[in-house]
């Protein structure tokens, strides 16, 4: 089993930064994947970023290129998503995943495609 553990969310303004940070333990496996999302209230679980095993290959949605980076430490088993200008459309619960691959450089963006998940950490922004 792998475990992850979110942390780093708060209440910011609009406008202002957060560095989310997603640790795991456990099981870890030799190469894996990584992936933040989000779920707002009332609405469907969505992709924000994924990065690859390397770290060389991300990918962002549209709703946050540009503002948020995401990277990761494999030293420390954790990844990180640096979340700047925010805005209030950007509070949710934000969750961290991952899942073992064999490629350096893949990632993926579907929910569906992660194994483990940690238990999120709540991003409020204020307007």
């Known amino acids: 089993q792998v475990q992850l553990v979110e942390s780093g969310g708060g209440l910011v303004q609009a406008g202002g930064s957060l560095r989310l940070a997603c640790a795991a333990s456990?099981?870890?496996?030799?190469?894996?994947?990584m992936g933040w999302f989000r779920q707002a209230p009332g609405k469907k679980r969505e992709f924000v970023a994924a990065?690859?095993?390397?770290?060389?290959?991300?990918y962002y949605a549209d709703s946050v290129k540009g503002r948020f980076t995401i990277s990761r430490d494999n030293a420390k088993n954790t990844m990180y998503l640096q979340m700047n200008s925010l805005k209030p459309d950007d509070t949710a619960v934000y969750y961290c995943a991952t899942r073992q691959v064999n490629s350096n450089s893949v990632y993926y963006i579907e929910s569906d495609d992660y194994i483990y998940w940690g238990q999120g950490t709540q991003v409020t922004v204020s307007s």
């Open positions: 456990g099981r870890t496996f030799s190469r894996y994947a």
């Open positions: 990065i690859s095993w390397s770290g060389g290959s991300t």
